[in-house]
């Protein structure tokens, strides 16, 4: 049974589709990146798989039925905008929302002290939000996003306007949670971030699904049949290799349909040629999501 | 419920901890002591004194008022000729003049010259004008027992009864309205600061999308109960506070008034109505600050649109003397009906005059049956306003989120 299972999403405001025929469906222990271009629709999305508003038309499950209310201590939501009460101490303000998510205030208290030792914010714990760093307060409304040990979590842009360290944080804090078998839904449009995390990405441009699938998957549909190589010396001519361009020390050889990587690596070795770095050229999400817009857009 | 208690807790000590809340709740019983400190004050420091004797020149043209020249504190000094008195003005003999013309007897005309700028001539002195003239009139013809009673003020002793003939419990009494019309100003002032409170602390959600989270981990329902209850029980609670310091500060206006306002009375039912309009009142307007938080972007421009219901609460304020000189007008009906009015009218009516039961049923009924379709439509806004952001949502919008919540 999948955590979230969406089918046939449409939702529209004032008669312009926000949200056109979406499906996909996340499992546990899976991180899907929900990327695409700001306005794509992301956020209509997953307040529709949150229940904040109804879809038009399609199907959405969550735990294997339309949400209710006892569904919400369930799951763990951070907004793209990030809001706390600003006067109060940050111990009571997780403590607080933490209870609302049904638990009890002494294994609340737990753990929120156990989540700040392991952040490294235990000794803030009494200082009013307004007193904390942005990367800090971020980190808090991780932590009341987390703290009830919700099954599935929802993370809207989860590290705009984080340094390097708290990203890095961050970062390390989702991937053991998608280690503990949580379902993650992570929407940013920062893709080296869904490179680095997820398992799957749906890609949105205009409302519309315009990529789905398992990263790995993906990235090989999309991967260019060709090889990234560095050597001492000129390669010269290579059977296989119908181009070649050339950038900062390195060469991108592509490769006719029938030619393997392999190939090219034997021929490079049998001429002896010292050989620094050679990769089998593999798109970045960025560049998938252009290629596709392009496409889209054309 | 429990997420519901644990919100109202939440919502409840934020609001009684503003400094906005703790300031308006204080400020009250506050101000009141400090304007019985001056009054105290000042009545110390300006010791009772008699008015010193004034003159007033007479120009009598009719040639019979030359009697009775001391009246009170006044001695009359009589003049041959406007010329003379004018002169006497200029010189400061006398204060101002009257002249009595040849046709007084049939026009009742007196005209009054003084270098004096004022907006109209004071009582006292109309009344020792009247004593001078009918005392000249009739002395020697009425007995002087008979002028005194004419000139003298009437002196009605008022006294309501039942209709067995009973005095009634609650007489009639200009401290009456004093209670109540406190009241209803702090009522008023109670609902404007509720609803701008409430209204903020949406737009302050809204605007960090706090909202989202909450709205994560409970039901648009739990969430409106718990701040319209907590608001409503923060507001009970700063009333009481003014309520309770109302007597003792009576009491101790009372005491530096030398007994000045011993007569205040608490009219029947004022206090049972008095809770009953309040509770509703707060709900009344708790729903509708629920809407239109709903659809302000931001807390600004909520509290901006919020003065078109807090500013009418205002209305029977604005015409209360009116209220009091024409008690019987069935304007005071309309306002009493009306549910954004009728909290505060009723109060101050209940302070003039009775108000007959089936207007406090209606009155009552009308506010019950706007609170109910306040939060009808304040909820179906709140559920589809509040995850919009950045403007506010056209009328077409508003109607589309009422068909489709």
């Not at chain 1, 038309?57 to 294997?64: L, M, P, R, Y």
């Not at chain 1, 990769?279 to 054309?298: C, K, M, V, W, Y």
């Not at chain 2, 302050?204 to 969430?223: D, M």
């Not at chain 2, 005491?255 to 029947?268: E, K, M, R, T």
């Amino acid at each position: 049974m999948s955590v979230v299972a969406v089918r046939g999403l449409h939702k529209s405001y004032a008669g312009k589709a926000a949200v056109s025929d979406l499906t996909f469906s996340v499992e546990s222990g899976e991180i899907l990146g929900l990327i695409g271009p700001n306005g794509a629709g992301k956020s209509t999305t997953i307040k529709v798989v949150l229940d904040f508003m109804k879809p038009d038309s399609g199907e959405v499950e969550v735990f294997g039925h339309r949400m209710n209310e006892s569904d919400k201590d369930r799951i763990g939501y951070l907004p793209e905008e990030k809001g706390l009460y600003k006067n109060l101490a940050t111990i009571d303000l997780i403590l607080y929302l933490a209870t609302l998510k049904g638990m009890d205030k002494a294994t609340a208290e737990k753990e929120a002290n156990e989540l700040l030792r392991r952040t490294g914010m235990l000794e803030s714990r009494k200082k009013k939000i307004k007193e904390l760093s942005k990367g800090m307060a971020q980190v808090v409304q991780l932590i009341v996003t987390i703290i009830h040990s919700p099954e599935l979590i929802i993370l809207d842009e989860p590290f705009s306007g984080l340094d390097p360290v708290n990203t890095d944080l961050m970062k390390q804090i989702v991937g053991t949670l998608r280690d503990e078998g949580k379902a993650i839904i992570l929407s940013t449009h920062q893709m080296n971030n869904v490179e680095e995390l997820c398992d799957s990405v749906l890609m949105i441009d205009k409302g519309r699904s315009v990529l789905y699938g398992g990263l790995r998957e993906t990235r090989e549909r999309f991967r260019e049949h060709s090889v990234q190589v560095e050597v001492d010396g000129e390669p010269g001519e290579l059977t296989g290799v119908v181009d070649r361009k050339s950038s900062s020390g390195a060469v991108e050889l592509i490769l006719a349909p029938d030619a393997s990587p392999q190939s090219i690596l034997d021929q490079l070795r049998d001429r002896g040629l010292s050989i620094r770095r050679f990769e089998i050229t593999t798109p970045s999400l960025n560049d998938i999501f252009l290629r596709i817009a392009g496409q889209t857009h054309a | 419920m429990h997420k519901t208690t644990l919100m109202f807790k939440h919502e409840f000590l934020v609001t009684i901890r503003r400094v906005g809340f703790i300031i308006m709740t204080l400020i009250v019983p506050a101000l009141a002591l400090l304007g019985i400190g001056i009054l105290a004050l000042t009545s110390n420091v300006a010791e009772p004194s008699m008015p010193g004797l004034t003159s007033i020149g007479v120009v009598d043209e009719v040639g019979i008022f030359d009697g009775q020249t001391a009246q009170g504190f006044v001695r009359l000094v009589p003049f041959a000729s406007k010329e003379e008195a004018t002169a006497a003005l200029a010189r400061s003999q006398i204060e101002e003049y009257i002249v009595i013309p040849a046709d007084h007897i049939s026009s009742g005309t007196v005209q009054r010259y003084t270098l004096e700028k004022e907006l109209s001539t004071s009582p006292v002195k109309v009344a020792m004008i009247k004593s001078f003239l009918t005392w000249n009139l009739l002395e020697g013809d009425v007995p002087p027992e008979i002028i005194t009673l004419v000139v003298s003020p009437l002196n009605l002793e008022a006294t309501r009864i039942t209709e067995t003939g009973e005095p009634a419990a609650e007489q009639n009494s200009i401290g009456n309205v004093v209670i109540p019309a406190v009241f209803a100003l702090l009522l008023s002032l109670a609902l404007m600061l509720g609803s701008m409170s409430l209204i903020n602390g949406l737009g302050e959600e809204k605007e960090s999308r706090l909202i989202e989270v909450l709205f994560s981990s409970v039901s648009v329902r739990q969430l409106l109960i718990a701040k319209v209850l907590a608001l409503g029980i923060a507001g009970l609670l700063q009333v009481l506070v003014w309520l309770i310091s109302m007597p003792l500060l009576l009491n101790l206006a009372s005491s530096v008034l030398g007994g000045a306002l011993g007569d205040i009375q608490i009219p029947s039912g004022f206090l049972v109505l008095g809770v009953v309009y309040f509770v509703l009142g707060y709900l009344l307007f708790a729903v509708l600050s629920i809407g239109i938080g709903a659809i302000s972007p931001n807390a600004r421009e909520g509290s901006q649109l919020s003065m078109i219901y807090t500013m009418a609460s205002f209305i029977p304020l604005w015409f209360a003397s009116l209220l009091v000189a024409f008690p019987n007008s069935p304007i005071w009906v309309v306002l009493s009906v009306l549910p954004i009015t009728s909290p505060v009218q009723v109060m101050l009516r209940l302070g003039v005059s009775d108000i007959p039961v089936w207007q406090i049923l209606v009155s009552i009924g009308a506010l019950v049956a706007s609170i109910i379709a306040g939060l009808f439509v304040s909820t179906k806004l709140f559920r589809m306003q509040m995850l919009m952001y950045g403007k506010r949502p056209s009328l077409a919008e508003i109607a589309r989120s009422l068909k489709n919540a």
